[in-house]
């Protein structure tokens, strides 16, 4: 589990503003769920320090210059649910599209679920996973992807 800081609260959010949050999150975080040290994170397209807008690489060295935080860097969406990330920070436009994605996704499975396409949708898990696999063998030898990805 982990707290999605700033999905759409602010329109207008800088570099500051992402750092602002991140000393929020990290109080709210200590003091609710008894983490000594949580671990930040700043929603990204990669995890490499010049792929990002001004902002969020100007939160990202006011962040790495704080020895007080326990930030590591960016991550990529595809690690959220696999990283140990305690507080992941974002602006308001991606952060609004990861929520929207994952309530769609939640309420796409449950119609099945409720019509009882038990198989249908395990099918479909069947296929994504193998064009996951495809993509990420295909990416790790050629650096890039086949628009079929």
Do not use: W
Not at 112 to 140: E, G, T
């Amino acid at each position: 589990m982990f707290y999605l800081i700033d999905y759409g609260a602010n329109l207008n959010a800088d570099g500051e503003d992402l750092y602002k949050f991140a000393l929020m999150g990290n109080l709210y975080v200590k003091e609710n769920n008894k983490i000594s040290n949580p671990l930040i994170e700043i929603f990204n397209i990669g995890t490499e320090q010049h792929k990002d807008f001004s902002f969020h690489k100007k939160a990202n060295g006011i962040l790495l210059a704080n020895n007080n935080l326990n930030y590591v860097g960016y991550i990529e969406p595809k690690n959220f649910f696999n990283d140990s990330v305690d507080i992941l920070l974002t602006d308001e436009y991606r952060g609004n599209i990861f929520i929207k994605t994952i309530e769609g996704t939640l309420k796409f499975f449950d119609k099945f679920k409720k019509k009882k396409f038990n198989i249908i949708l395990i099918k479909l898990l069947k296929i994504l996973l193998k064009l996951f696999n495809c993509c990420n063998i295909f990416r790790s030898k050629y650096g890039n992807l086949p628009s079929s990805c």
